[in-house]
């Protein structure tokens, strides 16, 4: 690979109106250089300063393009600008504008992935965020518990207790053992950080249907403690954040208004079907009924 010095570097811009023939100019130089052996046209799509989709679809450039030449020992720079609507008329400027499509706000979900995906972080937000009460509530230790500490050297778990972790699967790799049976090693994601699974074949056969990247999922197992390492979490039992059972609390300001809207509520409850159970709360006098599992909602 050649070295150039400051001196022996141009930088030229290629500046004027759509259709003037900058992108045509930029490619007849790569060719004239050796840089590449064909020579390119827009009408066809297939020069090198066009090179992104919308592009070579719009037969224009859209982006400012950058194409190294090097002539005479000299590395010359060819910036391919997109073609100035204040260098036309009013009346061709339509030619060239860009016509945006009309597209639905993304999800919050899928604008966090498309964050991660893109940053390798998220910025406005984290996916377990709205599921952060029922996650508090079914687990006994946060990913951060198996870290180490950087005073004691050690984690906050303890060798064999059982602990339960919540969180995203955000990595899996699988592995075979000498038997040619299948496992996998978790990376599971809380709000705090992350923590390692080792996944066995016997549970991974029994859960391999749920150990997808993004899934949410409650994991139970025993702590592995090791020396000078964040502790890992041996899987014994896996649950989807889909599969945990909430409760829908119904409120009623006494018990004369429950009692007037006692058939009516039955009623609707009838026609829902889930697995969410019902807790009726009365103000005055307090009292709360929590009805059985054939009164479930979605």
């Not at 037969?59 to 073609?83: Q, R």
């Not at 496992?183 to 056969?205: H, I, K």
Request: aromatic fraction near 10%; glycine fraction near 6%.
């Amino acid at each position: 690979m050649d070295v150039f010095r400051t001196d022996r570097i141009r930088n030229v811009v290629l500046l004027g109106h759509g259709g003037a023939g900058k992108t045509t100019l930029t490619e007849a130089m790569a060719y004239l250089s050796g840089i590449t052996n064909r020579l390119g046209k827009v009408t066809d799509g297939n020069t090198i300063s066009d090179y992104d989709k919308e592009e070579i679809k719009r037969k224009f450039s859209i982006s400012t393009s950058t194409v190294p030449v090097v002539w005479d020992k000299v590395k010359v720079n060819i910036l391919d600008t997109p073609g100035f609507f204040d260098f036309v008329g009013e009346e061709e400027k339509k030619e060239f504008e860009i016509t945006m499509p009309d597209v639905e706000e993304y999800e919050k979900e899928q604008l966090l992935s498309y964050e991660k995906e893109v940053l390798g972080f998220y910025v406005s937000g984290h996916p377990l965020e709205q599921y952060e009460g029922i996650w508090k509530k079914h687990i006994t230790n946060v990913t951060a518990d198996f870290a180490l500490d950087e005073e004691t050297g050690h984690s906050r778990v303890t060798d064999g207790i059982k602990a339960t972790v919540g969180g995203m699967i955000v990595e899996k790799t699988i592995k075979y053992t000498r038997n040619n049976q299948t496992m996998a090693f978790l990376t599971v994601e809380d709000l705090l950080g992350t923590v390692e699974v080792v996944v066995f074949p016997r549970d991974y056969e029994k859960n391999k249907n749920q150990l997808v990247e993004d899934e949410k999922v409650f994991i139970t197992g025993r702590v592995s403690v090791e020396e000078d390492k964040p502790s890992k979490l041996i899987c014994e039992k896996i649950k989807n954040f889909k599969d945990i059972t909430r409760e829908v609390w119904i409120q009623f300001t006494d018990m004369n208004a429950y009692q007037e809207n006692e058939r009516q509520l039955y009623n609707i409850l009838r026609e829902s079907d889930g697995k969410d159970r019902v807790v009726i709360y009365v103000r005055s006098p307090k009292a709360v009924k929590r009805l059985s599992e054939n009164w479930t909602v979605h």
